[in-house]
Each structure stands twice: as C-alpha cells, then as structure tokens.
C-alpha cells in the first residue's frame, strides 16, 4: 500500500499517479519484507506523496536493477540480504561509514547519482540502548555471521566502546577477514572463531553480548539456531536481528538460558527511520513506524 498526500494508510484509494516520489527494497527474498509498511505509513502520516515497494532481485541482475534507478526516477533504494556488500560495486558514492563497514543497505538517488550509506550501524545501537537499556561501552560483545549485516553490528559495535567484538562464522576466512579489517580501525581485542559447537561455547563464555546478525531463523531456516544452546548464560543479553517470527528459536533458548533478550523489529525501525531521512529530508514519524510494524513499547525480556 502506497502513499498519497491527505491519504490515511490503513484505507482509501491510493491515487499514485505520475507525480508520486517512488523508493522501494531490493534484495532477493523481499516478499515477507515489513519495510513497506513502515515507510508507507510513515509518508502517510507526514502527508507525502511518496510509495514504498518492494523489488524482487536476484544477484546476477543486481547491477542491472541499479543502473535503472534514475532512469526510472526511484528517489532511492533499501539494500537488503544477499546485496548489501555487493552493491558497493554499483555506486558513485559512498558515505565514511558504508566505505568503512564495506556495505551498503541505503541508496540515495542523485541526479544520476547513486550515494551509498549504511543505516544498519545507527540502527543497531539506538536498538539496544533505547529498546534493550544497553550501553555499548565495555561490553563484550559477540557477533554471528560476516556478511552486510555483521559487518555493519561489528563496526558499529567496536566503534561505540566495545572491550571487544568476536567474530563468530561458518566460514572461518570470512570471519578473520573481518575481525583484520576492524582492528586496523578500532583499538578493541577482535578474534575470529569458527562456527563449532565447543569453539562458540568457550568464545561465549565470558561475553555480555550477542547479536546474531545472520539469516538463521528466519524463512526456510526459521527452524535454525546458529548458537548452540549451551553457550547461552544469564550474563548475556541477546539481539537477534531477525524480525519474523518475533520469537526466533535463538532467542526462545536464550529467554530459557536466563538471558535477556531483544527481537529484530526495534533495529527495523530505526534503521529504516534514518533511511527515510536520508530520502525525504524530513524528521521520521518514529511512534508511527513502530506502530506500523506493531512494536510494543515493552520489547525487551527481562528475565
């Protein structure tokens, strides 16, 4: 459902026409995607004639899909799994953060321009302080996967104070690849470890927090947990990234391990309320968003 000024987003008839602004998603899984929602309620409530949609894309049409941007007007684009590294290669411009992280989950169009920015880390931290009560600084925080999304949490994390950053992966390379690349930036202890069970259990030992930033949990994986039950301990608060379902299996074990934990919808938010800042230059509507994607205000387990 899109936007139209004076157009409440829960009813009536859209009225796009050739005037309406047009952003949307792109990534290659993007039909279950709350984003359009989000966005299109937020254009509603601030009476923008804008749309949000979203773009199905494969990997092998990436580069094709951006190229078309301005041609076709979108004013700019969300990045999502499996692209955000790989759009970088499509872009006239990255902001210091997308250039630093390596990936790119925003797009500005230019003129002709594509200008590539990184939400994820912004989003990521007013998360967890404002939803999760936690300050980043001195954690010792934990990191599953080293895709977009990872190194987004693991440069966001290292950058606002972490004592130090794990990198936790099934590829191991991909992990000490970019546990290399934070510690030429960041004065923080950074290791790499292999996704294996007595490996993570002993790398999670002494860690305050986890974010698992991968896709496990959700989709056809919805049934999959990448850490192993044992490792999780009442001193460890858990983000999972993943925001449908609510409650993955990641964080059902963590809940019954003691820990307290958050859910991937208040990171969708703010990520996407600077993303629709960056479009449209106006402040985001963030209780709408929220309400939008039903975010209680009670999103935190204590237990």
């Excluded at 859209?14 to 989000?38: C, F, K």
């Excluded at 309620?41 to 773009?55: E, I, Q, T």
């Excluded at 990936?103 to 590539?116: H, P, S």
């Excluded at 930033?213 to 608060?237: D, N, Y």
Aim: include cysteine.
């Amino acid at each position: 459902m899109c936007s139209r000024r004076a157009l409440l987003y829960n009813g009536g008839t859209t009225g796009i026409d050739g005037t309406t602004t047009v952003v949307g998603i792109i990534g290659d899984a993007v039909r279950g995607s709350l984003s359009p929602r989000l966005h299109n309620a937020a254009f509603a409530a601030l009476g923008l004639d804008w749309c949000y949609v979203a773009f199905q894309v494969t990997r092998d049409r990436l580069e094709a899909a951006l190229r078309g941007l301005p041609a076709l007007g979108v004013a700019g684009v969300n990045v999502t799994v499996p692209h955000k590294e790989a759009a970088l290669a499509y872009l006239d411009e990255t902001t210091d953060d997308a250039r630093l992280v390596g990936a790119v989950n925003t797009i500005r169009v230019d003129g002709d321009r594509l200008i590539g920015h990184n939400t994820d880390t912004v989003g990521l931290l007013d998360a967890l302080r404002n939803d999760g009560g936690i300050m980043v600084r001195g954690q010792r925080a934990a990191i599953a996967g080293a895709g977009g999304a990872a190194r987004a949490a693991a440069f966001a994390l290292a950058g606002a104070g972490a004592a130090g950053v794990t990198i936790i992966n099934r590829n191991w390379d991909r992990a000490a690849a970019l546990a290399d690349a934070i510690r030429r930036v960041f004065r923080c202890a950074v290791d790499a470890v292999p996704l294996d069970g007595r490996a993570v259990v002993a790398a999670l030992r002494e860690a305050t927090l986890l974010v698992q930033a991968t896709t496990a949990g959700a989709g056809a994986q919805r049934t999959l947990s990448p850490i192993p039950g044992e490792a999780l301990h009442p001193g460890l608060f858990v983000l999972d990234i993943v925001y449908d379902p609510e409650e993955t299996v990641l964080l059902r074990e963590a809940r019954a391990a003691g820990c307290r934990t958050l859910g991937g919808l208040p990171m969708l938010v703010y990520q996407g309320a600077r993303a629709f800042e960056i479009w449209t230059g106006h402040a985001a509507p963030l209780q709408v968003m929220r309400d939008a994607v039903g975010l209680s205000s009670e999103t935190v387990s204590k237990t």
